[in-house]
């Protein structure tokens, strides 16, 4: 009975109806693009994935968040297949040694390292920069990275805040990413061999016609305003500002004439994973049926396929929007390509980066 009384709630409200009719739209948009290119194709072919570079280093070092289940494990195991020295980093340490011998399990070669770090907090992140440098230390390892990929995100479906007051949802999908980003920025750039990141998002961006960027959007505070927690918009939102956000770091190391540090966005399309736990089971297994029904349905192993092809693409290759597996590129939302928002974007994500680090300083004095 709380089971039924939980779907005929949600099923009432506009979130759901938000997800059940623009988000397939969103989806169908980008596989419409995958057809159009198979009708006309471009000059251009598909990228190809290359093998990772090692001179100056033992093995190149990736880190994943969200590592623990769904895509960020299967990629995990698919990185250390490519012969990377894969860090987990993941909320959960007990899940994170579950993921780690999962590995070990099916790759006897594999090099793995976890780092239990919570990416909705400034402090954990913070932390976890400073663990990160001791352990290359430590291991004699270069200082350095070679790929950086921003896969973990949450769907909340109730409001919660962190530590500082952030909405959790826009602090693990956007902020969270914005910040480690800038703090291994400087291992990134530090490596002799090029390096990249690779920012997971979602086809879901699509859904957000008008945007505002301030700090209270960015935060999440603007959104809990509504009576009723808006987790589909928040989610597209969120998206939204990590694919803009790669678009903006994109064009400032391009500035950097001897830049060797590319920037790419991926889209795994709809994965069964357990991101939509906190929806009623109910209504989540339809959706998989759905979707599973239409051709659209991954499996996690299979969903990777578009952040490999951005992890292993050519080195020169920045900037871009992977989606559909077999190296391919589409187009996303209009929004997404607007410099003003994207400026205010990048303004607004530093001046926070910059109070955070001050707020941290204050506690530790």
């Not at 968040?65 to 990185?79: D, V």
Request: aromatic share 10%.
């Amino acid at each position: 009975m709380k089971e039924l009384k939980a779907v005929i709630h949600f099923v009432c409200s506009v979130e759901f109806w938000r997800m059940a009719l623009l988000w397939p739209v969103s989806l169908l948009t980008s596989h419409f693009q995958l057809l159009f290119q198979n009708l006309f194709p471009r000059k251009s072919n598909p990228y190809k994935r290359c093998v990772p570079p090692i001179t100056g280093i033992k093995r190149p070092v990736c880190i994943v968040t969200g590592a623990t289940s769904g895509l960020g494990a299967a990629a995990a195991y698919a990185l250390s297949r490519e012969g990377f020295h894969v860090v987990l980093v993941g909320r959960s340490s007990h899940l994170l040694s579950e993921t780690m011998a999962d590995i070990t399990s099916r790759n006897k070669d594999a090099c793995l390292e976890a780092f239990q770090v919570d990416l909705s907090s400034f402090q954990s992140v913070l932390k976890f920069k400073d663990s990160l440098q001791q352990w290359l230390l430590d291991s004699e390892m270069h200082s350095s990275i070679q790929l950086l990929i921003n896969n973990a995100g949450i769907l909340a479906t109730s409001s919660r805040l962190t530590p500082e007051g952030y909405d959790q949802m826009m602090s693990t999908n956007y902020i969270g990413a914005f910040f480690l980003t800038k703090l291994l920025l400087p291992l990134l750039k530090n490596s002799p061999v090029p390096s990249r990141i690779v920012n997971v998002t979602s086809f879901t961006h699509r859904n957000v016609f008008n945007a505002q960027v301030n700090n209270e959007t960015i935060t999440g505070k603007f959104f809990l305003r509504s009576k009723c927690y808006p987790c589909a918009r928040i989610y597209e939102y969120s998206k939204l500002c990590l694919l803009i956000f790669s678009y903006e770091l994109h064009r400032n190391l391009g500035l950097d004439k001897s830049r060797h540090v590319s920037v790419i966005a991926a889209d795994p399309g709809v994965v069964k994973t357990n991101i939509m736990r906190e929806v009623p089971s109910f209504l989540s297994l339809m959706a998989f049926t759905v979707s599973k029904l239409l051709g659209l349905l991954q499996s996690p192993e299979k969903g990777i396929n578009s952040v490999l092809d951005a992890a292993l693409a050519p080195p020169e290759t920045s900037g871009v929007y992977f989606f559909g597996g077999k190296g391919r590129t589409v187009n996303s939302s209009a929004l997404s390509f607007n410099s003003k928002l994207a400026g205010e974007l990048w303004t607004t994500s530093c001046n926070l980066f910059i109070n955070s680090q001050l707020a941290c300083r204050d506690l530790s004095n």
